[in-house]
């Protein structure tokens, strides 16, 4: 309606992404495909019991080396008293759940951004089981991680119920840690010198 | 040799562990399996973009809801600007590395406690692979998680390298965040008001 709404469209940003970055980088790997493919990367030293401390900062993505980070994310895994520890941090299988919650979260808002989607409020709640025999060797038909993990979302958005639900099952099938949950993937473990 | 050795054996601790403390705990759930029932849980927030906060505190394990921490542990996942986000903290799928360097280690350490095994150093470097027109949908082909991950392991203990190995392979089985990985695990999503 005016000069200004032409040269500031109301996509320029779409829940904090950049719109036309996003398409940008859509376009460009279509051209290349290439240049989606990454490289994540983490660096872990035992303390003692049930602590140990990982470093993450490098990756490799878009055709070569990240260099935005000039500093290690720093975390720390512990353990309860119960599973032998002091709390030195959250442990193992609960940082699974962080990764994968907001794994679903980040998917959900790329992808209503990209349907024209503005969302207001997103949270959510995880569960999963697990039985420790499994990681104890006490019963080998006990598998030792999860179960099964449940998440409770809360959202809500300027579309419908039914927008809702199908950007929901998209986004269940094209998450990335989801997908490593759900999907059987390769873990390779190599001892060196 | 002395009446000391004897009161304090040397078995007492082990790589950190309370050794009398695990065994205790493995013959109570050979009682009672039930009590090696644990349900983890997060809580998520997003925030804007790629930024979302975890809190993580309660579980319920051993029979009970647990009561050993006072306080949150509270994560935040980001993404870097490649990926549309500003570094506002590692981003899920290196939470996920996170999650299985822990994993694998604690479980390394735990049994090698159980077979005797005095670890000294040990530490992981972690690779996965992922092609992100999988999270983006370009190419229903191409799988949105990893394609595989490679751990490197170091490991310096008081023991042959037969032994080494035979613990390493034990400990991919029993991994919990490892076999999560490996393995199809459910997850399941419910829209909630």
């Not at 049930?50 to 470093?55: I, K, M």
């Not at 193992?92 to 989607?117: D, K, Q």
Request: with cysteine.
């Amino acid at each position: 309606m005016t000069t200004q709404a032409t040269v500031k469209t109301p996509t320029t940003r779409l829940n904090g992404l950049d719109v036309q970055a996003a398409f940008d980088t859509i376009d460009a790997i279509k051209a290349d495909p290439s240049i989606a493919r990454f490289q994540f990367r983490a660096r872990n030293r035992w303390i003692d019991g049930g602590e140990n401390v990982s470093a993450i900062r490098d990756f490799y993505g878009a055709g070569r080396e990240d260099e935005s980070r000039t500093d290690d994310f720093v975390f720390t895994n512990g353990e309860p008293p119960v599973l032998l520890g002091n709390n030195e941090g959250a442990n193992p299988v609960e940082y699974l759940l962080h990764a994968l919650a907001g794994c679903v979260t980040t998917t959900f808002v790329l992808h209503a951004m990209a349907r024209g989607i503005a969302i207001r409020e997103l949270s959510t709640e995880l569960e999963g089981d697990l039985d420790v025999r499994g990681l104890l060797g006490l019963d080998e038909s006990v598998s030792p991680g999860y179960e099964r993990i449940r998440i409770r979302m809360h959202v809500t958005a300027d579309c419908s119920d039914e927008a809702l639900n199908d950007l929901l099952d998209y986004t269940q099938k094209h998450s990335p840690v989801c997908n490593t949950v759900c999907r059987p993937v390769p873990v390779v473990i190599e001892r060196v010198a």
